[in-house]
């Protein structure tokens, strides 16, 4: 048996979740579909194809006050920023609900980061499993898949005119009670077929092209534009800055990428990452080798494909993927 | 600690601000926090990150050895956007510290062993606690050369501290500029050619070094010409860093971030990193 939710007790139950807590889910902006605060439960949609943005945003915004410096007396006091908002991440495709899991490795690790916990901390994810494959898509070989249900709190997966509904968490149970449900005998939908990467001993080949002409030839045509790092679910660099605004000096964190020329520039001009095909390969050597040897684990991609369909000079990162495959070391 | 997020620095006051070169201030820092005085702890090598309120924050490695516990010092070159307002700043001023991170100077490993401690400009700075350290702990250590190295007699910081480092029992102090000028009776010369001639043995010894990259590489040469092997040799490595807590990934290279896997690494180590700076 199967718990399953209409349509419509879906709506009328996220409404009444909206009394309670901000739901944040994926909305028309304009040409665009992204996630946002949501007003009214209608105004959701759950298309086919992923939103342009990953959820991070929700988690690392792309500012965020750190703290705020009060002058008092000629002196600094240094005033936190506290949250205190409830908060349901409604709509999430297992690839970002992946990269959400993925981006706690660094945020979590101790010394903890403070305000990144605690969005964590207030947020249910109630995903919402893939019935078509998108277009540029590679999950299943990035360790993921249409159906994976291991990093959401609920997963929803479309059944006719209704979702078959699978609690995964605690939280998932706390936020489903008054949901109208039933037991029915639907069994869930085989999951969509995804086309798949040549990923067989990927790293330890990239170790031996590390220094291949080839990441410079990729990125010659690369405009350091960083839209592959905002699109990323998991890329996760950011940039830290003081803004004093009439003397109320607040110290902002801002997402930043590796892509950027100054990524790596110290005070007096020294910058050894100078070149594109080195930041280029630091993006791709950070989320294949460097990320799962740090924190021990699996790779920061999830295979969502947005940078793919981001990039405006078509860089591809499913190319670098399976030209690597053909790379020889270089002789030296 | 003001809260327990990470990011929020320790308020401080400059309890004294010194001109070491034309460029380069020595700040002394106090904890505005009595307890922090007493409490903070820090190996040499460590460094910490000081605020500008306003301007925003940089690292810069901590100067001072923990066993002087007034203030936590950090010598400042005026060279970029947050070093340039910490110039600005007077005695008392209020700023603020993060810190101590990273790891340190193997100082425990160095005992019993005879050191040659090379530091160029500002460079000099984070290899000064090493000397501090080893004066304060003299038996423990064997010889120690120290080399300090500048572009004019008006650039090597730390003058007032030359008389007592030569005067330290097994200890000598060489100095050497690019360009001298008309009061300077010290050596003419380049740090990598006044090191070949003093011909330290590399026998139970190991180096410290700091300083611009062009001296790092040169002196690396000759070192190795002096049969000092990679695990002997020791420095620490200048990185974009914004956090400090393994997060910002500003200073990853290959697999290690500096600020937290260094700042302070062996050549043998270095040659590991998939990726050179």
């Known amino acids: 048996m199967t718990q399953v939710i209409s349509k419509q007790d879906l709506l009328s139950w996220l409404g009444k979740v909206a009394e309670q807590r901000i739901i944040v889910a994926p909305v028309r902006d304009g040409e665009l579909v992204l996630f946002k605060e949501i007003s009214n439960v209608e105004d959701i949609v759950v298309g086919a194809a992923n939103t342009v943005l990953s959820p991070k945003e929700f988690f690392f915004p792309r500012s965020e006050t750190l703290f705020t410096v009060e002058g008092k007396d000629g002196t600094s006091e240094v005033v936190p920023v506290n949250l205190d908002r409830e908060v349901v991440l409604f709509g999430l495709r297992p690839c970002d609900a992946k990269g959400i899991v993925l981006i706690d490795k660094p945020f979590c690790a101790d010394p903890a980061d403070t305000l990144y916990k605690q969005h964590r901390a207030m947020t249910t994810l109630v995903g919402l499993a893939c019935t078509e494959a998108c277009a540029d898509g590679f999950c299943t070989s990035m360790g993921s898949g249409p159906g994976d249900a291991s990093n959401v709190d609920i997963l929803l997966t479309g059944v006719g005119d209704s979702y078959a509904i699978q609690v995964i968490t605690d939280n998932g149970k706390a936020l489903l009670s008054g949901a109208k449900t039933q037991e029915v005998d639907v069994s869930l939908p085989a999951p969509p077929t995804v086309s798949e990467l040549p990923t067989d001993g990927l790293v330890e080949k990239a170790e031996k092209v590390f220094n291949n002409e080839y990441w410079s030839r990729v990125a010659d045509r690369c405009l350091h534009c960083n839209v592959c790092a905002y699109v990323c679910p998991t890329c996760y660099c950011f940039d830290i800055r003081d803004y004093n605004d009439r003397g109320r000096i607040q110290r902002v964190r801002a997402w930043e990428s590796c892509q950027s020329p100054g990524f790596t520039k110290i005070a007096g001009g020294h910058n050894p990452r100078a070149n594109k095909g080195a930041r280029l390969r630091q993006r791709w050597y950070h989320k294949f080798l460097y990320f799962p040897h740090q924190f021990d684990a699996e790779v920061a991609c999830t295979g969502c494909g947005r940078c793919v369909r981001s990039c405006p000079v078509n860089i591809d990162i499913r190319e670098i993927i399976r030209d690597i495959q053909s790379l020889e070391a270089p002789s030296d | 600690m003001t809260s327990d997020n990470p990011f929020v620095p320790y308020p401080a006051t400059l309890k004294r601000v010194t001109d070491l070169t034309l460029d380069v201030k020595l700040f002394c820092v106090e904890f505005n926090d009595h307890v922090l005085r007493e409490s903070f702890d820090y190996m040499p090598g460590q460094f910490g990150f000081l605020s500008a309120y306003g301007v925003g924050e940089a690292p810069f490695g901590i100067t001072s050895v923990a066993s002087h516990k007034e203030t936590v010092d950090f010598a400042v070159r005026q060279v970029g956007t947050v070093s340039y307002a910490l110039h600005e700043l007077q005695q008392e001023a209020t700023v603020g510290v993060r810190g101590p991170f990273g790891n340190s100077w193997p100082m425990e490993d160095f005992k019993g062993k005879n050191l040659v401690v090379i530091g160029g400009g500002i460079g000099f700075a984070p290899v000064r606690p090493v000397i501090t350290w080893v004066l304060e702990n003299r038996e423990a250590y064997g010889d120690m050369l120290i080399f300090n190295g500048a572009r004019t007699p008006s650039d090597l910081v730390f003058a007032s501290e030359f008389d007592t480092w030569a005067s330290a029992p097994g ?101 590991q990193l998939i990726e050179q700076f």
Do not use: H
């Not at chain 2, 200890?171 to 009061?183: A, N, P, Y």
């Not at chain 2, 003093?198 to 026998?203: A, D, M, T």
């Not at chain 2, 302070?264 to 180590?269: D, E, L, P, S, T």
């Open chain 2, 171 to 271: 200890t000598k102090l060489e100095l050497t500029v690019d360009r001298g000028d008309d009061s300077w009776e010290g050596r003419v010369a380049l740090l990598p050619d006044v090191l070949m001639e003093l011909n330290p043995s590399p026998k139970n010894a190991v180096t410290v070094i700091c300083g611009p990259p062009i001296m790092i590489k040169f002196t690396l040469e000759k070192l190795k010409k002096l049969g000092f092997e990679d695990e002997q040799i020791f420095t620490t490595l200048e990185s974009k860093m914004k956090c400090g807590l393994g997060k910002c990934a500003r200073c990853n290279v290959g697999d290690k971030y500096i600020c937290q896997d260094g700042p302070v690494f062996n050549y043998a180590q270095i040659s």
